[in-house]
């Protein structure tokens, strides 16, 4: 397996090679055709200047035909190229050669085809295989009457060998470039990666120590390490909080349960050291009992939590009317209230307020907070239980005039196990602070929020946001 430092340089180095590639081959075309280029100019002005010089020779009123002497001086000092003078019946009347093997084949059909006036380039092989770059041209004579072609040859072994040259720098050029290349390709891959080390390192130490307050070095630049790194905090911040969550719900939890196991146990040993009446061994089975149940809901509740925070509870939402739930567990509740001299006010609204919802869920979610309000009230103290609406919410409000909840408690009050300070609550109420826990999850579960107001002294109120459906 690559690693990523190997994988990145080959990237790197696939790219540089495909590049040095390309511009070798364009550097190569480019060099050959401007020299074709440059030869072809240079035979074009030759033919130039050797069509003038046969018009001056004509204007001298000097012998045109083959073998004339006064052309072959007058092409010797005009061209060193290999050259030629063809008629149309395609004789060479007049011809200067390097060497004897380099005569260029005449073919007078395919000279024919030419157009008067116009220079045509061709690359030929001559009869000693040397290559050679041609310009031909038709003109017309001098007396207008018929027409010949001037014929120029240059050797292309000049271009040859610049570009054998060419070929033998590019050869050793790229794959020099390309050491280098791979040598700084792992070089530059090592700084890009460096950062991930630190963080990869930090992450064993952590893994290792199972310590989660470590953290990973961040870097001033929100780059993309640094967004890596700062991610990667955050992450271990989240896991750190969720960390400690557990680990003080299960001491809670092994709190909770353990004391009225104790004291169930103590009672029990307690009556069966000796006989006891009838109506003792009732009330201790009475009082068990009582622990029993409050077990069971203890039990049931975390059941429920464990099993919200690992996604498996099912909600049955559907449209209920809210102010109708409210009213049958006004009535519901209104015992309990008054067992306290306590006075329970359901404040209805205008109309119905239909949510989309658990119908279970909301019933629980009243109970806990009319419960709570109960718990946390004087006696002769008053509750109210409010709904109305407000926009697109259905705003439900539980207000009590208890001893309220001071500042430093209240942005816990929605922690699991969470008991109100000492000072504020009453010593009577039971529970194991887990009732506003569960309204909070059932509240989030249907996409509502829930905020409490308290000042002690004056009371509590729990406001709750539910979306409602507007009916159509």
Known sequence: MLSLRIKLTLYYLAILTVILLVFGISIYWY???????????????????????????????????????????????????????????????????????????????????????????????????????????????????GTYFIRLGQSLEALDIARKRLLLVLGLAIPAVLLLGSYGGLLLANQALRPVDRVTKAAEQIGAAGDLSERVPASARMDEIGRLAATFNHMISRLQA????????????????????????????????????????????????????????????????????????????????????????TEYILPLADQRDQTLTYHQPQGKVIINADMHRIKQLLLNLLDNAIKYTEQRGSIILGLKTEGDDAVLTVSDSGRGIPPEDLPHIFDRFFRRSAKTSDRSASGFGLGLSIVKWIVDSIWGKIVAQSEPGKGTTFIVRLPLIKEV
């Open 31 to 145: 060099l050959s055709r401007s020299l074709v280029m440059t030869i072809d100019e240079t035979l074009e002005f030759q033919i130039t200047k050797i069509e003038r010089s046969m018009d001056q020779v004509a204007d001298a009123d000097m012998p045109d035909h083959p073998g004339n002497t006064a052309h072959e001086e007058q092409l010797l000092q005009i061209s060193p190229h290999l050259t030629q003078l063809i008629d149309e019946r395609g004789m060479v009347t007049d011809e200067m050669l390097a060497t004897p093997k380099d005569r260029i084949p005449v073919e007078i059909d395919a000279l024919m085809k030419l157009e008067t006036g116009r220079t045509y380039f061709n690359t030929m092989e001559l009869e000693s295989g040397e290559p050679m770059r041609v310009a031909t041209k038709r003109v017309l004579d001098h007396e207008g009457n």
């Open 242 to 329: 969720a960390f400690e969550r557990q680990k003080q719900f299960t001491s809670d939890a092994s709190h909770e349960l353990r004391t009225p196991l104790a004291v169930m146990r103590a009672d029990i040993e307690i009556t069966l050291r000796r006989e006891r009446g009838k109506e003792e061994y009732q009330r201790v089975l009475t009082s068990n009992l009582e622990e029993i149940v409050r077990l069971s809901r203890l039990v049931e509740d975390l059941l429920m939590l464990a099993r919200a925070d690992a996604g498996k509870v099912e909600l049955k939402c559907e449209p209920m009317d809210l102010d109708d739930l409210c009213s049958k567990m």
